[in-house]
């Protein structure tokens, strides 16, 4: 058998591979991860969305701002821990400050918002929760402590015309446990709050 029909022959079981493989694992196998993942978990693969009559608010799993233009905290609303991802929770940013703890610009940023989170909530410096002064490793937290949101329930009772007692009790309602049982700490949707809190209006 000559050379040349040699590697022809070669060439011809290399492309017939190549053909296949890119079938196999560029079409058939997406397409069934895919399904399997629509089929198991619908919700979360298509990023945990978050509705209020049919229209999509925002997801579980990334936070977001409830300020004004100007980036001031709407007072009638509950809010989120900071964040350094992009502009503020940008999931094509995620990422930290990767400021360390002796970093001079972190320890202003700390100090600047101490002092307008205990301006805000009518609070002494000292009683703001680490988590109202920093921001995730991600930058997309969802979630506040528990001691963050019930921090900042008389100041949303008292903007809204509500009971203390009954802005309280749905930041009790609204704390989700550990992950598991036994992973992480106690913790509260903020965008899952808010939607609860809205209601109390309807």
Known sequence: MSTARTSARQL?????????????????YPLVVTGLGQAVAGNRANGSPVTVDGTTVGSELIGQSFTDENGAALPQWFQSRPSAAGDGYDGGASGGSNLGP????LAAAIRERRTAVAELEGV???DV??????????????????????????????ERGLGTGEVRALVEAAVEGRQAGVLGQGRVNVLKLNIALSE???
Not at 12 to 21: I, N, P, S
């Open 12 to 28: 011809g079981v290399a492309l017939r591979a190549v053909a296949v493989l890119t079938l196999a694992l560029g079409l058939v």
């Open 102 to 105: 002796t970093n001079p610009d």
């Open 124 to 126: 002494d410096p000292d």
């Open 129 to 158: 929760p680490a988590d109202a002064l920093t921001a995730s490793s991600s930058g997309l937290d969802p979630h506040i402590s528990p001691e963050y949101a019930l921090l900042q329930a008389d100041r949303v009772a008292a």
């Open 200 to 202: 109390l209006d309807t």
